[in-house]
């Protein structure tokens, strides 16, 4: 029956990649204009909880379209021996996970008074901005320049959003430590659904699902490894 399923979705799976980025750049828009409408009466926590979410759409294209390259960068890291185009990350996989997660972050903010769910999101971003740091040395040991495709927006987007919003929220007092448990337990259980179940049960290395050309693959990484392997 997934079998099934996955056949079907080859057959759409074109159909979705060029919808994507339209899918995100509506998604972007509709956060910004609730933030020029609304600028007057959102708290300040508020408009970094948004910002959070807003975020989280230019680390996807950071890490999947400009410069892109994340795919090539985590298959190293997870498969150094022998890392794919597909194995263990592929289009379709990058795809679920950043739906899941666009999901996860702007649902948040929609219920800004829910401050467990900014702590978790919060948190969330401080954990990207530790792995894209850990992934931008690692290239360095192949002699590729030092940075990882995900690292100036986690850094500069959501990484400066967490820290705000943590930083209003604490100094107003409006958290309790019902919220940081909380809080703790909603990220851990997106991780696992967002992330973990979707990457265990499309992650294949006979998958279909694989990047178009060495320039999608590659992204950020093209120019510097193109002699060395002698890509196209």
């Known amino acids: 029956m997934w079998g099934e399923a996955m056949k079907k979705f080859e057959i759409i799976f074109p159909v979705l990649k060029k919808c ?12 910004l204009i609730v ?36 795919g090539f960068s985590f298959n190293t890291v997870k498969n150094p021996k022998d890392y794919s185009d ?28 829910l401050y467990f769910l900014g702590i978790g999101v919060a948190v969330f971003w ?20 030092l940075y990882s495709p995900g690292l100036l927006t986690a850094w500069l987007a959501g ?8 930083h209003t929220v604490i ?14 337990v909603y990220l851990f259980a997106g991780i696992i659904l967002v992330i973990r179940i979707p990457e265990d049960r499309l992650s294949d290395k006979n998958s279909p699902f ?3 050309n060495d320039r999608e693959f590659y992204g950020f990484f093209y120019r510097y490894i193109k002699q060395r392997y002698q890509l196209k």
Not at 43 to 48: A, E, G, I, R, T
Not at 92 to 101: A, K, R
Not at 159 to 166: S, T
């Open 86 to 113: 597909c194995y263990p990350m592929n289009p379709m996989i990058s795809m679920t996970v950043n739906f899941l997660g666009v999901l996860f972050l702007t649902i948040s903010a929609f219920f800004p008074s």
């Open 126 to 145: 401080g954990l990207e901005v530790m792995i894209h740091t850990v992934l931008a040395f690692l290239p360095r040991a192949k002699g590729l320049p």
């Open 210 to 212: 694989r990047y178009e």
């Open 159 to 166: 990484g400066f959003c967490a820290y705000r919003y943590l």
């Open 171 to 184: 100094s107003e007092n409006l958290l309790s430590g019902y919220d940081w448990a909380l809080g703790i």
């Open 35 to 70: 933030l020029y409408l609304f600028n007057d009466s959102l708290p300040l926590h508020h408009k970094y909880q948004i910002g959070m979410a807003f975020a989280l759409l230019l680390h996807i294209f950071e890490e999947e379209f400009f410069p892109g390259g994340f």
């Open 20 to 31: 994507w980025p339209v899918f995100l750049v509506a998604v972007g828009l509709i956060e």
